[in-house]
């Protein structure tokens, strides 16, 4: 490891790290992300980062002190698809710009651009995607780079899922309480490459859905599809508003039954198929609590046939609609 590190105004602090292995196919220090090796679903697995620089600017306007923070690095995941046991190798070029301290009750902007190569190391060739993200923060995780959008007092956290092979981004969540490894919940078919995700975005984050900017009434939007989508948008709305908020405490995958419980599902009925259409026989159900009375719980349960989600026999509160996006 080699570096220089200087503080003051309007420095540039570098540090640089060497590459690890990537070119040679040495074993990482970085841990493994969880596999699911009986279903034969893709894997990832994420090295540490091989190399960061960041920029740090002061500047006073208006009397008033801001500092823009600039940071890069580069993350390598291995890609291992199903029935293959060589992985693809990507290279993630990640640029992070954080401006603070403004004014307000969030003082804080944050901006990540990112690029991707596959199976190449040299980043003079033209990015397999390009992603760019209002977001704080930002991780590998399993198929995907998962970027934070901080919620500011009582908001909550929202959750962007960039697909890694594509790079876009088909499921936002609002970051549920609790255990980490409920932020998107999957659905998957022993013996098979069949993969389906959910996630559901209230209106308790900075990240509204784009349907609220044209419907007062909707207080959230489910999706359901595979990993890299495309995917089923349905919305949830309060046609009488309650001028009650509603907060995601859980979403995911259950069995029949109404108290089945919620959460990753192995579709054992469909064990071995490939066909879409063995996608049946389950349930995605949401669960919401009404901010500053948690005692006060809505269900959503909606029935899945033929990987269609049938919003004709699901149940919910009387007071909500759902119906599909025409986004």
């Not at 640029?95 to 403004?102: Q, R």
Request: glycine residues 6%.
């Amino acid at each position: 490891m080699s570096g220089r590190i200087r503080t003051s105004w309007g420095v540039r602090v570098t540090t640089a790290v060497a590459l690890l292995c990537c070119a040679s196919g040495g074993e990482s220090r970085a841990s493994a992300q969880p596999t699911n090796r009986q279903s034969g679903t893709t894997r990832t697995r994420a090295d540490t980062a091989h190399k960061s620089i960041a920029s740090i600017v002061r500047r006073d306007s208006a009397g008033v002190s801001r500092t823009v923070l600039t940071s890069e690095r580069y993350l390598i995941t291995r890609w291992y698809a199903r029935d293959t046991m060589a992985p693809k190798r990507m290279v993630i070029h990640e640029t992070s710009t954080l401006h603070c301290c403004l004014d307000g009750e969030r003082d804080t902007e944050g901006r990540i651009a990112l690029e991707a190569w596959t199976d190449s190391i040299n980043t003079s060739r033209t990015p397999k995607w390009r992603q760019s993200l209002v977001v704080d923060d930002g991780e590998l995780w399993t198929q995907y780079y998962r970027a934070t959008l901080y919620g500011c007092c009582a908001s909550a956290n929202a959750l962007t899922f960039v697909y890694l092979l594509t790079g876009t981004a088909p499921f936002v969540q609002t970051q549920m309480d609790g255990v980490r490894g409920r932020d998107l919940r999957a659905l998957t078919v022993p013996n098979s490459a069949l993969t389906r995700r959910v996630a559901y975005l209230d209106m308790s984050t900075p990240m509204m859905p784009p349907e609220a900017n044209r419907d007062t009434t909707v207080i959230g939007v489910l999706q359901y599809g595979p990993p890299q989508g495309p995917v089923t948008r349905v919305v949830v709305s309060e046609p009488h508003p309650s001028h009650a908020e509603y907060r995601l405490t859980d979403v995911g995958f259950a069995k029949a039954g109404r108290r089945a419980a919620i959460g990753d599902l192995d579709l054992w009925s469909a064990n071995g198929k490939e066909q879409i259409s063995s996608l049946t026989g389950f349930f995605v159900r949401v669960r919401l609590a009404r901010i500053g009375d948690d005692t006060r719980e809505l269900m959503i349960t909606i029935p899945v046939l033929h990987d269609t989600l049938d919003l004709a026999h699901a149940t919910k509160p009387a007071t909500l609609q759902l119906a599909r996006s025409a986004r």
